[in-house]
């Protein structure tokens, strides 16, 4: 597999969302084995299957909820769906650009796929700004709309660049511009370093599929195996 390489906390949790979480993870029956304890990667633990466990852990590795079912992140396809894909990407790597197609088709394909985005600038400054452009947008309903323009842009990403993309798509640029220096998503950039860092990912793109990680561009036919 093919990838990008850069040198380069976990979310507040409240009890009020715990039921929606179970009731999505009892539909998570088809290959999957989420529920069955901790799952393991080779012989190495991915994450912890709930917060009190990992408590009692060292070193502190993510639980499930964090990975796969962080409200914070946007989320494609079948919001119950009962495979869940988790994609890092930097909208300035090569390989995740080419690799939007395959997941897009995928969605497309099977209506039980649920892909979660989780933004991971670690390729420049400019990735940063990125990042905080498309989850800015997912403030006035329109992520998948920057997101898709931003991974069929060239160039650098400079702020002029990313505001002039934003508003051929139509964004509110005020409202944008605000919304990118929000406390929230700033943390959230910061959730996804943290949480790539525990998981050993350390490039762009990478998936997590169920309780299997793929490092780099991956073909649909790998993708659906």
Request: hydrophobic share 40%.
């Amino acid at each position: 597999a093919q990838g990008e390489q850069a040198a380069g906390h976990a979310p507040a949790h409240s009890p009020a969302d715990d039921q929606p979480r179970r009731d999505l993870m009892t539909n998570l029956t088809r290959r999957t084995a989420l529920t069955g304890g901790l799952l393991a990667l080779g012989g190495t633990t991915l994450w912890t299957a709930t917060r009190s466990a990992r408590a009692q852990e060292q070193p502190l590795r993510p639980t499930i909820d964090e990975v796969m079912f962080d409200p914070a992140n946007p989320v494609l396809g079948n919001p119950e769906g009962d495979v869940t894909i988790v994609e890092f990407f930097d909208y300035r790597c090569g390989y995740c650009k080419t690799s939007l197609e395959m997941v897009m088709d995928l969605i497309r394909e099977d209506p039980d796929v649920r892909v979660v985005f989780k933004e991971l600038p670690i390729l420049s400054p400019e990735s940063v700004r990125a990042a905080q452009a498309a989850l800015a947008a997912q403030r006035q309903g329109r992520y998948l709309d920057l997101h898709y323009a931003m991974m069929a842009s060239r160039g650098q990403f400079d702020d002029k660049q990313i505001f002039d993309i934003a508003s051929e798509v139509g964004l509110d640029l005020q409202q944008l511009k605000a919304d990118m220096e929000s406390p929230e998503i700033l943390a959230l950039i910061d959730t996804n370093k943290s949480l790539a860092g525990a998981l050993g990912i350390g490039g762009t793109p990478t998936f997590i599929v169920d309780d299997q990680i793929f490092r780099g561009a991956i073909d649909a036919a790998t993708m659906r195996k």
